[in-house]
């Protein structure tokens, strides 16, 4: 059972273009979702996280927004670079039983010059 | 950010040898470790929880005698790979929790058997 659902697979996005990426959970003990950014050979490295109880949360040009009500959360990342090309993770994670991180399959961006 | 250090970041060793990789949290105390094995264009699968002083929770489909986890601080936690094979060639990824926030990762370690 895949608890954090992530679309799309792959993204092409021009420069200078708004790359969005989608997560959905289910298990509602989750209050803790970040997003990880991975490039080839590296371990993935924390972007940005928000918790339930504000519904956005901003830093630069990367953006999550939080549907509590839809169990959904979606990072935005404004004026796209080529260097943003990765792979993009979404994660949920929460206290007691949950607290193991879940992670989404991934999203591979590429960003076009 | 938490800083999550790894080693060795690329190790080739010899079928039926065995290998340690380390992984230390620099900047704080790590309740909770996690390894996870990467294919490739593929997501993290958790290998193994461990936490300092306790023995490690393997998951499912995962041999314990082969993926030796030993989480001996808050800071260090090691995998050993014994009598490893070349289908035990992945990439291998730590992470670290801090209480109260969420996992910073490794830098991975890319292994290959020969």
Redesign the interface.
Known sequence: QQQVKQSPQSLIVQKGGISIINCAYENTAFDYFPWYQQFPGKGPALLIAIRPDVSEKKEGRFTISFNKSAKQFSLHIMDSQPGDSATYFCAASGSGGSYIPTFGRGTSLIVHP | ?AV?S?HPSRVICKSGTSVKIECRSLDFQAT?M?WYRQFP????M?MA?SNEGSKATYEQGVEKDKFLINHASLTLSTLTVTSAHPEDSS?Y?C?A?AQGA???????T?LTVV
């Not at chain 2, 264009?41 to 993290?44: A, D, F, G, H």
């Not at chain 2, 969420?102 to 991975?108: A, P």
């Open positions: 950010g999550v790894q909770t996690f264009k593929q997501s993290l958790l929880t990439f990824i992470s929790r969420g996992s910073f990762f490794g830098q991975g890319r």
